[in-house]
C-alpha cells in the first residue's frame, strides 16, 4: 500500500486546512487509518484515527473540538479537517494504515505498517 498526502501548506492562525491521505496498491476500505504529526525536536503524536468503515473515530485531546476525521472508501481516501488552527498545530502531517487494528491501539503509531512522506503544515500567528 502506498499512501500519499496532500493539503498542507501555510495558514494564519484561526484559519483552516483540509488534508487528504490516499492510497494506491490496496482498497483502503480495508484499512484502518491514523494521522499523526511531528513538530521539529519533538516526538511523533497522535491526532486522529478512523476504523475501515467509518464507524468508529478517535482525536487527541489537542484537536478535539477543531479537527474531523471522515473517509469516501470509493476515493480511496481519507480526509482530516481541521478548523481554528493554532500555531502550535504545526508540524509535518503523515498518515499511516493498518489493516489489523484493535480497540484501544488507534493511537499508537507503532501498530501502523504502512506510512505517508508527509505534508508540511504551517501556522502563522
Known amino acids: 500500500v502506498q499512501l500519499v498526502e496532500s493539503g498542507g501548506g501555510l495558514v494564519q492562525a484561526g484559519g483552516s486546512l483540509s488534508l487528504a491521505c490516499t492510497a494506491s496498491g490496496r482498497a483502503l476500505s480495508s484499512l484502518a487509518v491514523g494521522w499523526f504529526r511531528q513538530a521539529p525536536g519533538t516526538e511523533r503524536e497522535f491526532v486522529a484515527a478512523?476504523?475501515?468503515?467509518?464507524?468508529?473515530?478517535y482525536l487527541s485531546d489537542s484537536v478535539m473540538g477543531r479537527a474531523t476525521i471522515t473517509r469516501d472508501n470509493a476515493k480511496n481516501t481519507v480526509y482530516l479537517q481541521m478548523n481554528s488552527l493554532k500555531p502550535e498545530d504545526t508540524a509535518v502531517y503523515y498518515c499511516?494504515?493498518?489493516?489489523?487494528?484493535?480497540?484501544?491501539?488507534?493511537?499508537?503509531?507503532?501498530?501502523?505498517?504502512?506510512w505517508g512522506p508527509g505534508t508540511q503544515v504551517t501556522v502563522s500567528s
Open positions: 478512523i476504523s475501515w468503515n467509518g464507524g468508529m473515530k
Open positions: 499511516a494504515a493498518d489493516s489489523v487494528m484493535s480497540l484501544g491501539y488507534y493511537s499508537d503509531s507503532g501498530r501502523y505498517e504502512y
